[in-house]
């Protein structure tokens, strides 16, 4: 069984800084791609960023681009988003993604096979 565990997540002045981990854990796992969405209580799952496993392809919101950066560490299994220039508007339940094979589209929760438990992130204004 994998599982996928964030952490890092907090409370932050706006114009701050954060930096979110999400590790696996579990059977042998190398997905394709480990991602990052986003979700506040009655709105949709919004996508922020997603990058590959092995040549770090990385794609990110239009809202994210440029203050958010995520990277990968394959011999750790761990995806981590450095959040940088935080605005009130980053405040959500950030979600960890992985999945197994390509998304067909990249930005559609409905292609992540395994979440992790959410970990919240509050930027004070």
């Known amino acids: 069984q994998v599982q996928l565990v964030e952490s890092g997540g907090g409370l932050v002045q706006a114009g701050g800084s954060l930096r979110l981990s999400c590790a696996a854990s579990?059977?042998?796992?190398?997905?394709?791609?480990m991602g990052w969405f986003r979700q506040n209580p009655g709105k949709e799952r919004e996508f922020v960023a997603v990058?590959?496993?092995?040549?770090?392809?990385?794609l990110y919101a239009d809202s994210v681009k440029g203050r958010f950066t995520i990277s990968r560490d394959n011999a750790k299994n761990t995806v981590y988003l450095e959040m940088d220039g935080l605005k009130p508007e980053d405040t959500a339940v950030y979600y960890c993604a992985a999945a197994t094979q390509r998304p067909r589209i990249w930005a559609s929760g409905d292609d992540y096979d395994y979440w992790g438990q959410g970990t919240q992130v509050t930027v004070s204004s």
């Open positions: 990058v590959t496993g092995s040549i770090a392809i990385t």
């Open positions: 579990g059977r042998t796992f190398s997905p394709f791609a």
